[in-house]
Nanobody, 118 residues
Framework: QVQLVESGGGLVQPGGSLRLSCVAS???????????MGWYRQAPGKERELVAT???????NYADDVKGRFTISKNNSKKTVYLQMDNLNPEDTAVYYC?????????WGQGTQVTVSS
């Protein structure tokens, strides 16, 4: 089963930027490219929610509150998915998780904390 490791979280001031990375291991490149990859987040006391994901058609899909601020991208040769987050605000504070879906099976990373505070 694919393993996912997120990194890049931290403390940032409102208006700042972060780039999260999610590296996949225990999978070969040809299999990695068949995964649907996405980013989710979970704030304290709230349910996990979609942030951004690649669709089956390949294009990205974003939650309404991050459109225009966040960008999902991937580098297949590095088996890595990124989440560029700009103009962050305190409401973006959460643990951010990477998810890989293939054949109806979801695999999750351990998450990386993002805290937006002055």
């Amino acid at each position: 089963q694919v393993q996912l490791v997120e990194s890049g979280g931290g403390l940032v001031q409102p208006g700042g930027s972060l780039r999260l990375s999610c590296v996949a291991s225990r999978t070969i490149l040809s299999v990695f490219t068949s995964y649907t990859m996405g980013w989710y987040r979970q704030a304290p006391g709230k349910e996990r929610e979609l942030v951004a994901t690649f669709t089956n058609g390949g294009g990205p899909n974003y939650a309404d509150d991050v459109k225009g601020r966040f960008t999902i991208s991937k580098n297949n040769s590095k088996k890595t998915v990124y989440l560029q987050m700009d103009n962050l605000n305190p409401e973006d504070t959460a643990v951010y998780y990477c998810k890989a879906t293939r054949g109806g099976i979801d695999s999750w990373g351990q998450g990386t904390q993002v805290t937006v505070s002055s």
